[in-house]
Nanobody, 120 residues
Framework: QVQLVESGGGLVQPGESLRLSCAASGSIFSSYTMGWYRQAPGKERELVAAITSAGRTNYVDSSKGRFTISRDNAKNTVYLQMNGLKPEDTAVYYC??????????????WGQGTQVTVSS
């Protein structure tokens, strides 16, 4: 199984930046699509950004131009650089690892989350 540990959250003012990190266990990190999700109070969990094993990225519209997802396979780590943070970015951010396997099954792992609060 894959263990995911997020770090880097905190309290910042609007316009400031944070970099989230997600450290994954195991030696098969490079085969997973990695993603960052977030869940704000009273809201459902939503995808923020994802990066495939081939390096293709996707972002939620609200984060395009502000957030950058990257991965370092040698370190089994995925990052989310968040610039120009806004109060509406406030949420618990979760790291996700996903890999499709034989017979239509999927391996799906989650970290426990890190709190990001953007407030004046």
């Amino acid at each position: 199984q894959v263990q995911l540990v997020e770090s880097g959250g905190g309290l910042v003012q609007p316009g400031e930046s944070l970099r989230l990190s997600c450290a994954a266990s195991g030696s098969i990190f490079s085969s997973y699509t990695m993603g960052w999700y977030r869940q704000a109070p009273g809201k459902e969990r939503e995808l923020v950004a994802a990066i495939t094993s081939a390096g293709r990225t996707n972002y939620v519209d609200s984060s395009k131009g502000r957030f950058t997802i990257s991965r370092d396979n040698a370190k089994n780590t995925v990052y989310l650089q968040m610039n120009g943070l806004k109060p509406e970015d406030t949420a618990v951010y979760y790291c996700n690892a996903r890999r499709w396997v034989i017979a239509g099954n999927v391996n799906d792992y989650w970290g426990q989350g890190t709190q990001v609060t953007v407030s004046s």
